[in-house]
């Protein structure tokens, strides 16, 4: 299978180091404006880079858009004119792919139904948000398909991504809420926060940090790869009238829930303005563009 990166920012390089990571042999081709961007990431990742958008997309059978949230539009506009305006050379028809592709956005904040409208068929769409710590092979997606897809292009995808961590289906309507809970910046702001904390009570900064490191990422690991419960971890690390239950009771009194509810539902609040800000963007450049063509005048 090919696969083909439509841009050569940072996701590209997190899954590209991932995947090679996790030994994936299969063609990967990336696809950039900027000529530096291709340079370094065959250098790094030994993969194949084309700097002609028609030549990349008529070549991929998995395609992921990679470029930043307020690019997609123009980016699958300029797919779109490219296909419609090539012509076999032999027959002078519109050009047309040999084979239906999977096109799958990995940009926050677009709906499945805006990026069937910016660019339909012969490509079935899918969404998949996936962690930049793909690149430590530790990554987590979250993958949701328009209904147009198959089960053997949801297989397709689903596998992709299992290369370089664990995949979730979701529902299209669960994906803000996904995307504001699973960043791994909380899981840095808590060592900062926590590291910080035990400094202000002695601790050097190494141990700090190595002390809450453990706190966090050993006891989650512990969660992840152990059979207990998380109530069932919590009931027997908070003892009764011991340390750690004074810890969590007084940051519960604090507000420390309060305070994360309300950080998500501040992110979540911020994830669907900026959609609604693209949707918009979205709709004026359709309308140009019909405004623009042929069949308009």
Aim: with cysteine; aromatic share 6%; net charge positive.
């Amino acid at each position: 299978m090919i696969t083909v990166f439509l841009g050569g920012g940072r996701i590209t390089s997190a899954l590209l180091a991932g995947l090679r990571r996790a030994g994936y042999n299969q063609p990967l081709i990336v696809h950039d404006r900027n000529a530096h961007k291709l340079r370094a990431l065959r250098s790094e990742f030994k993969v194949a880079t084309e700097s002609d958008l028609l030549a990349a997309i008529t070549q991929a059978e998995l395609l992921i858009v990679a470029v930043r949230p307020q690019d997609v539009t123009d980016v699958l506009g300029k797919i779109r004119t490219a296909v419609s305006s090539t012509r076999d050379p032999r027959t002078s028809r519109t050009f047309a792919r040999k084979r239906p592709a999977i096109a799958c956005s990995v940009a926050a904040g677009i709906p499945l139904k805006n990026l069937h409208t910016a660019l339909p068929g012969p490509f079935c769409w899918a969404r998949a948000m996936p962690s930049p710590a793909s690149r430590f092979g530790r990554g987590l997606a979250a993958v949701a398909f328009d209904k147009s897809c198959p089960k053997s292009a949801r297989k397709i995808v689903t596998t992709f991504f299992a290369n370089v961590g664990p995949v979730l289906e979701i529902a299209e309507r669960e994906y803000d809420a996904f995307t504001v809970t699973y960043s791994t910046t909380h899981g840095y702001h808590a060592l900062a926060a926590l590291a910080g904390a035990a400094e202000s009570l002695g601790l050097d900064r190494r141990t700090a940090l190595a002390a809450a490191a453990h706190a966090l990422a050993d006891g989650v690991l512990a969660w992840r790869e152990g059979n207990l419960s998380l109530a069932a971890l919590l009931e027997e690390g908070a003892t009764p009238g011991g340390i750690a239950a004074e810890v969590m009771r007084t940051m519960d009194a604090q507000g420390y829930q309060r305070s994360v509810k309300r950080g998500l539902q501040s992110g979540l609040v911020r994830t669907r303005r900026n959609a609604k800000k693209r949707s918009k963007q979205q709709t004026k450049t359709s309308q140009e563009d019909n405004k623009k063509s042929p069949q308009a005048s």
